[in-house]
Every structure is written in structure tokens, then in C-alpha cells.
């Protein structure tokens, strides 16, 4: 295949989940790998429910998720394409008017399931003489619009599930044009597609059955001589941990929401790409470590129920390993910064269940501290009047606190927990928390001396 082209195109219509990301994902890296393009498409030509606040947002998840697409472009927008592509179908002969009313087909639905057949159009409309239409619409009927297929077998090397068919017979002529004369979903994703030159179209298996009508609309769609039907990969579904389908307008796991929890966006794509796959969920530290380990053959073909404690568990890990040159933008934003923003991250991340939890750690190092009276009423003064007699001078580094609990074991005959608990509760007014021998030079010799001393008065 030549450099990959591919797409992920969204309805407008609320807010992307999780399901939604890993399709993004697997189609953006993918196209990483490959040295390839990625286009984001809103497919927005539903506009009773196409809201731009979506695309908006949608625009704003992928950015927190680091996918940056070459091209955006919305449906809306390309209209006139769309309009083209069905004249041509039409002057082809493949796109005729059909009159029947929503009651009319459902009626002959079960008609037809009452006497055993499978519910495919029974193609009445083409019987129409030019006269039955001209008096149809004399009525006020106005035409939907169907794709004639031909019947026959579409075969197609599906880059997931392998060597795949349908049979164009068992399908309805899919209906491309409502009586409004607006789009249903299938032309205008053809017509984009041949437009863009997509060749690689990686989705969700709840489109496998769409295959067949979009690799006919592909043929006779296509200028004479172009290649004109991508490769498909239609990879697996993720569901609730309760095994419920995932919904954009329920806003069931969706990215905002997920972010606002503070799960690390490098989770969220972690787990969007490896969960159901060959290939162990694990922390990563970039997009790139996706990249080297992505491979579409190793996509399960079972649906994976993705469970959210997982994620919580994952974000955290995830965090205990980010460098600090990766959160320097971002623990500068909350004005952690200067010669103590790297030790104080390389102390603190491995304490972190989110990352907001760096501002209470850096109140703790840079500002006051307070301690719950339950625990303070458990602090003994002249314990801690020692320990401060014992401080060392500075300058401080890691080794201080080897040196001074060293000093207070011998004068006090404490070890252990009964040691260094009361240490640690009144350095930082925790009961657990980063390992001292990190904190401790952070904190320093002058905050140290005031909590001791306030504790021991």
C-alpha cells in the first residue's frame, strides 16, 4: 500500500468516548507509522443534530489526546460534491426516486416476515411508470432516494478480520437521499473519500455491514481508471464494565468527562489502543511508544468491556513514570517552577493518584501545612524538641535525612515507625507521602526548624 490516507470522522452530535478515541487513535497512528496522512471530517450533515459546540469540543479532546490532524473539514460544507455525485448516480442509472411513505415500508416489512422472507425492498418503485411518479407527486409525495446494487458477492481482505464477504442480494438498496433532499451518511463518506483519496479506512466492526453498499458506491463513484475502493479495517467495539454499548449522547465515558476526573490523557489513549488486544495494557510515556507497538492483525474480534477503576489504576501508574521535561508546562502552570520544579516532581509523581495532587504537595514544601488535631494530639514534644536540636546545618541534600534520623536513633532509642511517623507528621502533616529523604531538602532547614518547633511547644 502506498502511504496510508486516513480519516476519522465524527457526527457532531455530543460529546466522543472512549470508542470513539480509539478508532481516532488507531487511524492517527497508524498513519504515524506509515508516514501517512490523517484527516478529522466532521460528518455534520445532519443538522437538526449537528451542533458546532461538539465539533468544537471534539476538536479540543483529540488535541488533549495529542492527535493533530493535517486536515479538518466538515460535510456542511462540501455540499456541491455531494450534489455531483448523485447527478452522476442518477444519469447512471444506479440512484432512482422511490414514493413510499415510513407506514407503507414497515407494512411490507412484516409482510414479509410474516411469510418467512428476509425484510429487503422489494425494488416496487422501479416498476413505476414515468406517469405514476408524475401523479404521485401531483399528491405531494415527495421521492427518498436508493442506490440500485447490484447482487452480488463483495468480497474484501479486511486488515483485522481477515478475508471477508457479504452478500449484495440479503441487502435493501440503501436509501442515500431523504424527501428533503438531504444526505444520509453513506454518499457524502464516498464521495469525501474518493475526493481525499482516502485508501485506508479504519472504523468500528458496527460498520462491517456498511462495507458492501460503500465498495459499490466506490466503483461507480470513481473516475475511470483510479483505483477506487480503499482497504478496510473494522477493528473490535469496547462496552461498559457492565457490557452496555458506549454512547455519545449519553456521555457514557466520554473524553471531557475523563479528563475532568484528571485521568491522564496518555491512559485514556494507552488504554483506547491495547485494551482487548494481543499486547499487555501498560503505562507509556508518549504517542510514539503506541506507535512502535501498533499493529491492526493483533486487534481482538471480541467486544472488550472497558472497565474504569482499570483506567483510574492506569492514569496513576502512568503519572509515577512521566519525566519531568514532559509535566514542565504543565506544573508551571500551577507556578511550580525554578531549581526546586525538578526535584520536587522526581519526590512527589510517585504519590500522585492525579495530577492536581502536585499543588497540595507543593503547599506543603513552599507553604504552611496544617495537621487534623486526631493526629497532632499523638505528636510527642520532647521527641520532637530533640529532633529539632538534632537538625543539621545546611546545606541540605538527600543524604540529610539518613544523617539526622541516624543522630535521633541513638539519642532517643526509637526505630522504625515510631521513629519516623512523627517525623514525617510534622514535616508535612501526612501520615504517608513522598519518601522524606527527598522531601526533606525541599522543604528546608527554616520551614523544618518552625513545624518541629511549633509541634514540640
Known sequence: ??????????????????????TALLNFLYAKKHHGTFIL???DTDVERSREEF????????AWLGIAPAVTLRQSQRLPLYHAAAERLRAGGRLYPCYESAEELDRKRKRQQARGLPPVYDRAALELTAQERARLEAEGRRPHWRFKLDQKIVRWNDLVRGESHI?????????????????????????????LKINLIIRGEDHVTNTAVQHQLFEALAPSGAAAVPAFAHHNLLSSATGEGLSKRSGSLSIGGLRDQGIEPLAVAAAAVLIGSSIALHPIGSLDELVASLDLEQISRTQTRFDPAE?????????????????????????????????????????????????????????????AEDADSGLDADFLATARAALPEEPWDETVWTAWTKVLKERTGRKGRALFHPLRLALTGRDTGPELAALLPLIGRIKALARLSARAA
Not at 1 to 22: K, L, Y
Not at 175 to 190: A, K, M, W
Open 1 to 22: 500500500m502506498p502511504h496510508p490516507i486516513v480519516r476519522f470522522a465524527p457526527s457532531p452530535t455530543g460529546a466522543i468516548h472512549i470508542g470513539n478515541a480509539r
Open 41 to 43: 471530517r466532521f460528518d
Open 55 to 62: 465539533a468544537q469540543a471534539i476538536e479540543v479532546d483529540l
Open 167 to 195: 452478500d449484495c442480494a440479503s441487502l435493501s438498496d440503501p436509501v442515500l437521499l431523504r424527501e428533503d433532499g438531504s444526505y444520509l451518511y453513506t454518499l457524502p463518506s464516498v464521495a469525501d473519500d474518493l475526493d
Open 311 to 371: 483506567l483510574a489504576a492506569l492514569s496513576a501508574r502512568t503519572l509515577h513514570g512521566l519525566s519531568f521535561e514532559s509535566v514542565r508546562e504543565r506544573l508551571a502552570a500551577h507556578d511550580i517552577a525554578g531549581y526546586k520544579a525538578k526535584p520536587f516532581w522526581l519526590a512527589v509523581r510517585g504519590n500522585l493518584e492525579a495530577f492536581l495532587d502536585v499543588v497540595d504537595w507543593w503547599r506543603i514544601v513552599e507553604g504552611e501545612i496544617a495537621i
